[in-house]
C-alpha cells in the first residue's frame, strides 16, 4: 500500500496552466508596447486565454463586445520514453498541449465605399492570434517555458486552421486554429521511504592463506 | 388554373399573412440603396455547430424567405451573396420577436424558380 496521500499536481498541469499563464503576461505586455505607438491598436495583441474550456467562444454568440480571439489551452496526450526514464520513479512525458485560437469577425459597411466581409475578418483575425501565440511560446525566454529543470524541451508541432461545417452558416462568422505544442518533462511517481539502518559494522580479518573475510552485522525492522 | 400557379398565389397566405400566419416585416436593401418593405418569414435561432476541433459549440443562424414576385413588384431583383468587398451588399432588417432590431448580409440565396421563393441565408452586418 502506498502509505500517503497523493495529493500533489502533476508536472503536465503545473505546464498547462504555466502555459496560459505565460500567455496572458505576454499579450498584456505586447499591448502595452503596441500602445506606445499612436500607429498601432493595442486591441491586435489582445488575447482572451482560458484553460481545459469546451466552449470558451460561447461570449461570440450574442454579446459580442468584445471581438479580440479567444484561446484555449487544453492537455491532449502524454507518450512516456521508456529509453529515457527510470522504472522506478521517473517518467519521461511527451506531452501535446493544444492551443486552440478562435477568431471572430463580422461584416461591417465601408462608408468611403464597400464593405469588410466577415469571414475574411474572422480567418486574418485568427492568423494573427495564432501568430502571436507561437511567437511567445517560441520566444527565447521561454526556451523552458519559465520551468528549468523540469521542461527539457517545447517545440510546435503543427498549425491547423478549422472552420466551422459550411451547412451550418451560423450568423457569426468564427474560425478556429489550432497549435499543437508538444512539450518534454520529467513526470514523478511515489516512492518506498527508505528505512534506516540502525546499525552496520563490519569487520574485516585477513584469514592465514591470505584470503579476506568481511563480516558484517546489522540490524533492521522486520 | 395550374397547380404550381395556385401554389404560387398560396404564397400570399403561406408566407405574407400577417394577421392569421406567420409573415413578418422585412426590409430589403439591395446594392445601389434600394429599398423594399416586405412580408416574409424570418428566422433567427441558436444552434449547435461543430468547428471541426472536436468541440461542439453553439452558434446562431439567421434566415429569411421571401416571395419572388413581392421582391420583383418592389422593384428588387433576387438577392444574391455579394462576396466582392469592393460592393454593398445586399441587406436584410427585421426585429426579433420582442422588437431588437437586427441588420443582416445576405451570405446565400437558394431560390426555389419553380414556387417562387427565395432563402436567403444571412450573417450579421455592421451597417
Known sequence: MIP?????RDNFEVIRDEIAAILVLESANQQELAAA?????SNDWKLRVFTERSNPWEQFLNKQ???SPLVNVWYDNSNFDPTASNAVER????TVFN???YGYGVSSDVPAGGHKAGDQEAALTVQRAVKLVRNILMAGEYTYLGLRGTVW???PQSIT???PEIEGRQIQQV???RLALRVEFNEFSPQVQAVELELVSVDVKRAEDGEIVAEADYEYPL | MSLRVEAEADLAFILEDEVYGFGYSITVTDPDGSVGDLTGFSNDISQVIDPDTGQAVSGRLASAALRISSLTAAGLALPVGIADTTGKPWLIQFDDINGNPFTFKVSQSNPDRALGVVICLLELYVP
Open chain 1, 4 to 8: 500517503a496521500l497523493i495529493n500533489k
Open chain 1, 37 to 41: 505607438d499612436p500607429s498601432k491598436d
Open chain 1, 65 to 67: 463586445d468584445d471581438k
Open chain 1, 91 to 94: 517518467q519521461k512525458s511527451e
Open chain 1, 99 to 101: 492551443i486552440d485560437c
Open chain 1, 153 to 155: 524541451s517545447r517545440w
Open chain 1, 161 to 163: 486552421v478549422f472552420q
Open chain 1, 175 to 177: 474560425v478556429g486554429a
